[in-house]
C-alpha cells in the first residue's frame, strides 16, 4: 500500500468492516510518517468532537450539510 491508496480507502478503514483493509492500513501507518500524523491528528479530533472537547460552530453544520447535499455517497 502507498500513500494515495492510504488516502483513498482511509475512510472505509474508519468504517471498520474490512479486516483485511484494516491490517494493510496499520502496516502502512505505522511504517508512513506522513499518514501516520495524519491519521493521529484524525484521532484526536475525532475523540475531542466526541467527548465535547470542542464544538462545531455554525457555520461548519452549514458547510456539512452543503457537502453531503452536492457529493455521492460511496
Ligand atoms: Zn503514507
Same mark, same amino acid.
Given at each position: 500500500m502507498n500513500c494515495a491508496e492510504f488516502s483513498r480507502y482511509y475512510t472505509d478503514f474508519r468504517d471498520g468492516n474490512d479486516p483485511d483493509l484494516a491490517a494493510r492500513m496499520r502496516v502502512h501507518v505505522e =511504517?508512513? /510518517?506522513r499518514c501516520g +500524523? %495524519? %491519521?493521529r491528528a484524525l484521532?484526536? =479530533?475525532v475523540e475531542a468532537l466526541q467527548y465535547g472537547e470542542i464544538e462545531p460552530s455554525e457555520g461548519? %453544520? %452549514?458547510s456539512l450539510s452543503a /457537502?453531503?447535499? +452536492? /457529493?455521492?455517497i460511496r
Open positions: =511504517g508512513c /510518517r +500524523t %495524519h %491519521h484521532l484526536i =479530533g461548519m %453544520h %452549514h /457537502r453531503f447535499k +452536492t /457529493r455521492p
